[in-house]
């Protein structure tokens, strides 16, 4: 008898494990299966790349606690969603954050983002009315764009930043 019970015993301590694996699974923003940090990168990742901002925030947000040498690279990838999901204040505070880290060609993405970000935030000041808040973004996004094209003109290769920095010089012109 009291193999039965060590049997029954075992099958539910089992049962109530499986039961916990998949109540955690369920929880929002848990990957079954992507327990590792690569298989959580490659979710933020892939949600970044289909346009899941939101998604992709939120998993590059949680990968930061563990990501050790990886975190400027997370941190521009995280830039990078805030930036195309429209967030630009949180795009271009991350950007500055990886910018004043690093050097090199993550120097110079960082600061592509942060411009970019800078510029946004700069023309809708703009369109509210304030030309002072916009001016100052606009000088910043024109500063960080002013480094990318000449330290870094690899990063620019069909002139996008060189075209947005004549476009901030015009409206800086109408200020």
């Known amino acids: 008898m009291s193999i039965i019970m060590q049997a029954v015993s075992k099958a539910r301590a ?16 848990a990957q079954f299966g ?11 990742r892939t949600a970044l790349e289909a346009g899941r901002y939101d998604r992709a925030i939120s998993g590059y947000t949680r990968l930061l606690s563990e990501a050790g040498p990886l975190e400027p690279r997370l941190r ?5 969603s805030y930036l195309r999901a429209g967030k630009f204040a949180q795009a271009a505070q991350e950007a500055r954050r990886v910018a ?3 050097s090199g060609a993550a120097q ?27 001016g100052a973004f606009l000088r910043q ?7 990318v094209v000449t330290t870094y003109p690899d990063l620019d290769p069909l002139g996008a930043l060189a075209a947005r920095r004549a476009s901030i010089a015009v409206r800086l012109r109408a200020l």
Not at 14 to 23: E, T
Not at 34 to 44: D, E, R
Not at 76 to 80: D, G, S, T, V, W
Request: with cysteine.
């Open 14 to 29: 089992g049962l109530l494990g499986l039961v916990s694996v998949f109540l955690i699974s369920c929880a929002p923003g």
């Open 100 to 102: 004043s880290s690093q």
């Open 141 to 147: 996004a024109d500063t960080a764009m002013k480094q």
């Open 76 to 80: 521009l990838e995280l830039a990078h």
């Open 108 to 134: 110079g993405a960082a600061l592509s983002v942060q411009a970019t970000a800078d510029h946004e935030l700069g023309l809708a000041a703009l369109a509210a009315g304030d030309s002072a808040k916009g």
């Open 34 to 44: 992507a327990t590792s940090f690569q298989a959580q990168y490659g979710t933020a």
